[in-house]
Every structure is written in structure tokens, then in C-alpha cells.
């Protein structure tokens, strides 16, 4: 049995870091039907790899294979996602609020 071939994305569910020292954010890839720009209905000309990262899309290309070695369970895809919606919409500060951002243990609040 030979191990897939990192060439090709593989669809699942990863852990991604936007800049080094950040925090992890939800990623899924699949394949599927690209959309329309306009309308986003799906357009039938054949699949593409498609990718989401915090429930936006992204271009597929611009994370695998770098996340290749950090699949998710499907609860740890859901809890990192629960975090980032919590942190935009009530606790601006939380590191997961700003993934682009390094983590400053020196001013980032305690966990608990």
C-alpha cells in the first residue's frame, strides 16, 4: 500500500497557522463544483478543489500541502470554529479573534 501523494490535496479537515506563532484556524477542503461570481450558485464545469478556512473560501493552493500534516477531528474542526466565532463577535482580544496576528502571552487574557 503506497501513502497518497502530497501533489494532490487530499479533502478533510485541518488545523491551519496564518503567520508563525498564531493561532490554529479551521480548515476544509473538498472538491466540488466552483461557483458563480455573481449569483455563488454552483456553476457545472466539472470539480475543482475548493477550500474554506473560517467559513470563507480560499484559494486551495495557497495551504496544501502545508496543512497536509495536520488533520482534525471533525470536534476539534467544530471547537476551533466555535472559538473564532465567539472571539470576533464577544471577546475582540482573544487571540483567536485575530489569526493573523502573533500571540502575546504577555497580554493576551488567561484562559480561565
Known amino acids: ?3 497518497p501523494s502530497i501533489a494532490t490535496p487530499q479533502p478533510g479537515l485541518y488545523r491551519v497557522r496564518l503567520v508563525k506563532g498564531g493561532p490554529w ?5 473538498w472538491q ?9 450558485e454552483p456553476l457545472e ?6 477550500a474554506e478556512l473560517h467559513e470563507e473560501e480560499v484559494d486551495v493552493w495557497q495551504f496544501w500541502p502545508y496543512c497536509a500534516g495536520q488533520p482534525l477531528e471533525r ?4 471547537y476551533l470554529l466555535a ?4 472571539a470576533t463577535e464577544h471577546e475582540p482580544a ?6 493573523r496576528q502573533r500571540i502575546d502571552h ?3 487574557p488567561p484562559p480561565f
Do not use: K, Q
Open 106 to 108: 504577555m497580554t493576551t
Open 32 to 40: 466540488g463544483f466552483p461557483l458563480d461570481p455573481v449569483s455563488r
Open 75 to 78: 470536534t476539534e474542526y467544530d
Open 1 to 3: 500500500m503506497t501513502a
Open 25 to 29: 484556524c479551521p480548515l476544509r477542503i
Open 45 to 50: 464545469r466539472g470539480w475543482l478543489w475548493r
Open 94 to 99: 482573544l487571540p483567536a479573534a485575530n489569526p
Open 83 to 86: 472559538m473564532y466565532r465567539h
